[in-house]
């Protein structure tokens, strides 16, 4: 089975600063997805980016981008210029890949950020 | 942008009791999916559903558990017999077609639920 990661709690960051939020994973397959999502106070789960793992290439959306280390089954989230509303609990999630696997998403336990003023 | 809608947003129910959470999907999607999240803990997955059937349930979805489509556009959570643990909130998501794998779950705002 695989599990997934996120060794901070919580994280702060400066208004315009950046910042980097950890998630590694373990998984026996060679082909999946991982996703970042934002959890709001208002509770509603947002995916902010994805990337496939057969893609070398780390996947970007404005100033959200990945670190993405196959061999090291990392997988981190990077964000530019954070602004107030980037205040959430992110959550990395991993999905299989194969056509007859498992397609629910197995989620981190969560990193709550604080973005300050 | 379409969204997941679910209803209602907070749900008070007293132990023992069956308690109905509803979903209505993204209209061009064809999976459906519930996940829960107890209070500071992981969103925990709990069922699929795909052409009118349960794809994939974890060992949370005993037999308390229920999932429906009643119609082409409500999916619906019955817990039968509430328990104490069962207090979370409750997501409903759903993703596009079967082809594209890394289709992202859509997810709704949730329902939280309390049993007394």
């Known amino acids: 089975a695989q599990t997934v990661t996120q060794s901070q709690p919580e994280m702060s960051v400066q208004e315009a600063e950046t910042v980097t939020l950890s998630c590694t994973y373990d998984t026996s397959e060679s082909d999946y997805y991982l996703f970042w999502y934002k959890q709001p106070p208002s509770r509603q789960m947002i995916l902010v980016i994805r990337?496939?793992?057969?893609?070398?290439q780390n996947a970007t959306e404005n100033r959200f981008s990945v670190n993405f280390q196959k061999a090291a089954k990392s997988f981190s989230l990077k964000i530019s210029d954070s602004q107030l509303g980037d205040a959430a609990m992110y959550f990395c999630?991993?999905?299989?890949?194969?056509?007859?696997?498992?397609?629910?998403?197995?989620f981190g336990s969560g990193t709550q950020l604080t973005v300050l003023p | 942008e379409p969204e997941v809608t679910q209803t209602p947003s907070h749900q008070v129910t007293q132990m023992g009791q069956e308690v109905i959470l509803r979903c209505v999907p993204i209209s061009n999607h064809l999976y459906f999916y519930w996940y829960r999240q107890i209070l500071g803990q992981k969103v925990e997955f709990l069922v699929s559903f795909y052409n009118n059937e349960i794809s994939e349930k974890s060992e949370i979805f005993d037999d308390q558990f229920s999932v429906e489509r009643p119609d082409g556009s409500n999916f619906t959570l019955k817990i039968r017999s509430t328990k104490l643990e069962d207090s979370a909130m409750y997501f409903c998501?759903?993703?596009?077609?079967?082809?594209?794998?890394?289709?992202?779950?859509?997810f709704g705002n949730g329902t939280r639920l309390t049993v007394t």
């Open positions: 998501a759903s993703s596009e077609v079967w082809a594209a794998n890394n289709s992202p779950l859509h």
């Open positions: 990337q496939e793992a057969y893609k070398q």
């Open positions: 999630a991993y999905r299989s890949a194969g056509w007859s696997s498992a397609r629910q998403l197995t």
